[in-house]
């Protein structure tokens, strides 16, 4: 899969071998017709036909015919034979291939069209129409029910796992630490145990926390529980579905482009990823839930899509579940409706109608009920990290803001340039490719070993976000982070203000060791995002740039404290510190946006998903303002953010739909008219083209040409001298209809001669039957002139979905040009290959 466009991918291939190629020799080698039929057993099989492929599908039709169409899905006028082979409403595509959205679209409006036409028949036709139109929004009602469900389970059961390395509430071990210490209500200060709380070494009769003996049991149980956590967790993923590792949003956005890859939206997937997400978020790794929430997400709507055939079996339908189901993880993850369904249209999803969109919308809320329900934290609140305090900022604060905003730009590019070589490194590496195990075992005991002596890389990373956010309180007495000197208190708290400017001995203890975590933070990331568990970036990206923005608040807290004792200061500095300018839990929110946007490149999804993680609106214009410097900056240094690289990384065929086109080129300078890949010494290099004459083949020949070759189709022509384009044929009907013909039609044999035409002779008697093949061309193919800008080619995949055109002059057939083919000429630019094909 690491080389789809290195390697010749029969998808995504040119159907050429450049001009006009003639079948082999060895297609006139014919066996007598007599023989074929004594023989009729041995050749049934000399068609190889996919597992994937479905059955010929005959649709019968109200006047009880047949109803006849080409493969384009238009309807045919003339009368047809029972004989004839008729295209399927339905078809799958092969591993790695891209889709062909007209197609199954316009397949879909014939279905549609049947389904209408039986509305007479009361009163099944009504209820199967009204079945039909109800499909899509029951469809994506059950993806919101097991989405929600599925993310509470998880964060309720990772909240617990990850506990596990430091104790285990003695009383009831089903309950984390927090939920345990509520029960048991002996906590004054926020964070500090209870006597329900029983850590490890207390087991062993060690209770003395400051001697040596509980700091190495209380070491290696909290190494120990990590390391085991994450081994569990890539051999499931080794062992019983490889597709579950990784973030999985590069792939969802291919899939959601019209990719297909087998496997990675089924259900093996699906309960391997769950499970190995709480494991290997339990552990402590540098990892997020969020992004393998959207997987997850998908592969449920991929499940249930299979209830409806209308989705199930059409590709370019089911993707309208898939983006609903995209937005439906961010949900969940973030707690995040609106943002998800903006995450689904800016980041995730190709194509995107109205109609998804308030599928989408419906399916987010829905999730989002669900999880309300759950009550996964325990708060009665579906933010992540909710706020309760009024945030207020002075316009003067809009400097450091974007400030962050430049940090986060240089810092996701930092990221992005460095995860990119390690991870083209570790794809290169035997000892690291082969090694995975190894690889996460190495990687989480470091992580464990140096977090463990860290207070804010020790907790999970939400709940460092979390502090990060907060405003200090009365119940943060004894935080590091809080020691403010000067601090005054009120009867009804309204007045309370801990953020005075004037710092104690431990806030200074608590700047360096937050320096030294996001140090720690950044490099871990680096070398985390990619190993074979489930890890998502969103939560790691969060957490830099909270760090990073709440030491900005910070030294902003103490240099406007400075600036206030001196005499004559600017009226823009008059405010009162903590209460109406200044809050570093504000500024930490900012660098969080800052630094999730310079890694992923989102604008407004992101500003809407950090207001609904957070429950507070008046933050909204200082993220906008780092969110656009972080934009600005990032692209400035690296065009792509982290999961684009990782799809060119991986050699996915996706084809941006907001990329621009630098070159000015036209259409004949990027066709392909390859060479034919075969053993075949007959198979010359010649400049041919592979073409289906309309009237000039016999059966035998077509399925000589379907072995010896595996494009993905081949254009019909009225004949190899005139090169006159009637249609193109994809390959996988092609193999259907000639499978189909033998099995059925006891005349139909290798000498029988394959009619792509209306003109069909009549049968010889005693000789073998024409075979009718004209119902499974597609009559319309789309066609573009040799001449056309290449602007306006891209143009035409991006927004049509297109799997190849044609490319013609006067009506003949000159070559063709793919999704693969774009992609590798516009790498070819970017590196200064010049193209063979350009003529001066």
Known sequence: MRRLLEEEEPESESLIASNSRPAPSSLSNRRGFQMERRNRDLSLDEVEMDNSAPAMVHVDTLGGGYASFNSSGHQDEEDESPNEPIPPLFSKYGDFHTIDWQRDLARDRLRHKLIVGKQAEFPLGAIQSAWDASAGWICVLLVGLAAGATAGIIDISARWMSDLKNGVCADRFWLDREHCCWS?????YKDYDCKAWTKWPWMFDFYNQSSAIFGILDFLFYVGWAVAMSTLAVLLVKVFAPYACGSGIPEIKCILSGFVIRGYLGKWTFIIKSV????????????????????????IG???????????MNEAKKREILSASAAAGVSV??????????????????????????????CALIAGIILRIVNPFGSDQTSLFHVDYMMKWTFIELVPFAGLGLFGGILGSMFIFSNIRWSRFRKNSKLLGGNPIYEVVIVTLITASISYFNPYLRKSASSMIQQLFDRCGPEDQMDDLCDYQNKTFTN??????????????????????????????????????????????????????????????????????????????????TCQIGKDCVMPGLYAMVGAAAVLGGVTRMTVSLVVIMFELTGSLEFIVPTMVATMFSKWIGDAICKSGIYEAHIELNGYPFLDNKGEYPYSTVA?????????????????????????????MTLG??????RETDFNGFPVVVSRNSMYLVGFASRRDVQMALHTARKTQPYVVTDSMAYFSSNVPDQVAGGPAPLRLRKIIDLAPMTITDQMPMETVIDMFRKLGLRQVLVTRSGKVLGIITKKDILQFMRNNERGIVNPNFKT
């Open 276 to 299: 190995g997400l709480i494991l290997s978020s339990a552990s402590g790794l540098s990892l997020g839930k969020e992004g393998p929430m959207v997987h997850l997400a998908c592969c």
């Open 333 to 362: 993850a973030f707690g995040a409706p609106i943002g998800g369904v903006l995450f689904s249209l800016e980041e995730a999803s190709y194509y995107f109608p109205l109609k998804t969109m308030w599928r989408s919308f419906f």
């Open 302 to 312: 991929n499940i249930f899509s299979y209830l409806f055939p209308k989705y199930g």
């Open 668 to 696: 004949s300078q990027v066709m392909r008219p390859g060479s034919a890949r075969s053993d075949d010494s007959s198979v010359s290099n010649s400049n041919e083209l592979y073409v289906i004459t309309q009237d000039g």
């Open 492 to 573: 009804n708290k309204v007045d309370d203000n801990y953020h005075t400017g004037v710092f104690g001995s431990r806030v200074h203890s608590a700047f360096w060791q937050l320096i030294l975590a996001l140090v720690f933070k950044f490099i871990m990331t680096i070398f985390t995002f990619g190993i074979k568990v489930p890890c998502g970036l969103f939560v790691p990206s969060i957490a830099m740039g909270a760090i990073a923005g709440r030491l900005m608040g910070m030294t902003m807290e103490s240099l406007f404290r400075n600036i206030q004792e001196q005499d004559g200061h600017s009226s823009y500095f």
């Open 701 to 706: 020949e077509l399925e000589v040409l379907l």
């Open 184 to 188: 048991a209500n002996d906590t004054v």
